[in-house]
């Protein structure tokens, strides 16, 4: 790999302009033409007339590698190492600053651009709401029931109770909302990951119809929670459009929108490619198909509320609190069950589990067969009114049909949230920084108008996946739990909280799940540590590859 070094504002940055933020961690580099600029001075590549001094008053010394010759390839991807020096007394307060990361650059003919960014490792949703804040004090001694996790789940259970006058202690381990139920892109979206025509297959018309019908149920339930309990969360049933990869995906939404029709009476519409310009401002896809009863929402919000909401009817909500272990009285002739905790124990007449992604070792059954998955997002600066409309002119929740899918939506404030399953490993610092370069690379392949648009914003979070790709919510043994909802959390993880909430207290519940056949691994080959996602990962990009 050759290696190519600038420094000063000669060569690469000649006719160029230098911006620094030091706050935001962003350079850009763009053409200038110095006779455009008032000082006067014939090496001037127009940076910052402001605080940081003029250009011409620090070092920046770029460092390229992957780059044969110059001028440099169109769409290349290289990486960079940055350094800027103060040159002068006169900057002795501008601090040193060095970023390496892999970049686009756009240079050559027409629009010269180099664009170096260091998003924020922090989830954009989390910027717009102050969380509740949960209950202070000592765990009680007794409740009637016990919720591990304040997620979607657990919060829509604790309302659903409390307002019944149960008396119901949610245990988090770390926040209200901590988990998906904030890291998500608030797309509330009818049917489940696994395909009609499967589910018919796999579970037979009848018991497939029941759960399509849960699944229209879960957006209707979320709209009325959310008009009952005044949550501003910007919920719009905008509809989502799932666009296909190749003409072999849109051949087969002819079938699957036909027997939605016929046996699920849900209206959906099929777009051919020449149609989709009035629905996305791209050109790869062949065709897509739009459902309108779909819906859009700030997933931080909602859960917000719905904490709030929990809170308000007298639900308590215990943050920090790790539940290391349940053990069910019934050995001992006692009903019940006792939860070691963190913070001490706490017995329960029932127990309700709803860690989804998260589930631990506290729950050997439920650990040994709930595949935690990477999902990563990353979110634009906000873009302009038009640039906006341009890409989505109908607001749509977005994914495409592949097995390694992306998807993506418009933020209330005009950015673009462009997420995927760009490492299937949960997120860590590696796998997120990782994710945001894969992220930026195929949001720029679904939409080149952003090629010069900045990233503000990277986070990643687990998703929960069973081994049959089927949301599972029922009992055991006493223990009731709800999960395994493989991206359709947002809805389903609210419909499910309140069917269990409903079948704790001996009310009439709607739950087809409890219904189905829970596996596990074969051959129980595994222990709820995923060693075999990287394989699984290689499988899904083959699947997407050869179908």
Not at 104 to 109: C, I, S, T
Request: net charge positive; glycine share 10%.
């Amino acid at each position: 790999m050759n290696r190519h070094n600038f420094s000063e504002p000669r060569h690469l940055l000649q006719g160029f302009r230098v911006n620094l933020d030091q706050r935001g961690g962003f350079l850009a580099v763009e053409q200038h033409n110095p006779s455009h600029c008032q000082c006067g001075r014939d090496d001037c590549t127009r940076s910052q007339h402001g605080p940081l001094g003029h250009s011409g008053d620090f070092r920046v010394q770029l460092t390229v590698d992957g780059l044969d010759d110059i001028p440099f390839k169109q769409n290349a991807t290289i990486r960079v190492s940055v350094n800027i020096q103060p040159a002068s007394p006169r900057t002795e307060s501008l601090p040193t600053n060095r970023f390496v990361g892999s970049i686009l650059v756009m240079l050559g003919r027409g629009a010269k651009a180099l664009t170096l960014m260091k998003p924020q490792e922090r989830n954009y949703w989390l910027d717009t709401i102050a969380m509740p804040l949960g209950t202070h004090g000592d765990l009680p001694d007794r409740v009637d029931v016990a919720i591990v996790g304040a997620g979607f789940t657990g919060l829509s259970a604790a309302r659903a109770l409390a307002k019944h006058g149960v008396a119901v202690a949610v245990l988090e381990t770390n926040t209200v909302g901590w988990g998906a139920s904030s890291r998500n892109g608030g797309m509330v979206l009818t049917g489940l990951k696994l395909g009609i025509e499967s589910l018919v297959k796999r579970y037979g018309m009848e018991l497939a119809r029941q759960m399509y019908a849960a699944s229209l149920a879960s957006i209707d339930m979320v709209e009325q929670i959310v008009k009952q309990e005044q949550i501003e969360c910007n919920f719009s049933r905008c509809g989502h459009l799932e666009v296909a990869c190749k003409q072999s995906h849109f051949d087969t939404y002819a079938r699957s929108v036909h027997m939605i029709a016929r046996e699920f009476s849900h209206q959906l519409r099929i777009l051919r490619k020449e149609d989709l310009q009035a629905e996305i401002g791209s050109e790869i896809y062949f065709g897509g198909i739009v459902d309108e009863q779909s819906a859009g929402l700030n997933p931080a919000r909602y859960a917000a509320g719905l904490a709030a909401a929990a809170l308000r009817e007298g639900a308590c909500i215990y943050e920090g609190t790790r539940v290391q272990s349940i053990e069910s009285l019934a050995s001992r002739g006692e009903a019940g069950f006792r939860l070691r905790t963190s913070r001490g124990l706490l017995c329960a007449r029932d127990a309700f589990v709803a860690t989804s992604g998260y589930t631990s070792s506290a729950t050997p059954f439920l650990h040994k067969k709930v595949i935690p998955v990477g999902s990563f997002i990353i979110v634009t600066e906000p873009l302009p009114d038009s640039l906006a409309q341009e890409l989505s002119p109908r607001n749509r929740m977005i994914y495409d049909s592949k097995h390694y899918l992306y998807y993506y939506r418009l933020t209330p404030d005009n950015r673009l949230l462009f997420g995927g399953r760009a490492a299937f490993f949960p997120e860590t610092r590696s796998t997120v920084r990782k994710s945001a370069e894969i992220l930026q690379r195929g949001m720029i392949e679904v939409y080149p108008q952003l090629r010069n648009a900045a990233v503000e914003y990277v986070w990643g979070g687990t998703l929960d996946f069973c081994f049959d790709t089927m949301p599972h919510a029922g009992r055991r043994e006493g223990m009731y739990y709800s999960l395994g909802y493989a991206g359709h959390g947002v809805a389903l993880a609210t419909y499910l909280g309140a069917q269990i909430a409903a079948e704790i207290m001996g009310a009439p519940s709607y739950n087809p799940y409890e219904k189905i056949r829970f596996p596990g691994a074969p051959l129980g080959l595994y222990n709820g540590r995923p060693w075999f996602l990287p394989l699984a990962g290689a499988y899904y990009k083959v699947l997407d590859w050869i179908s």
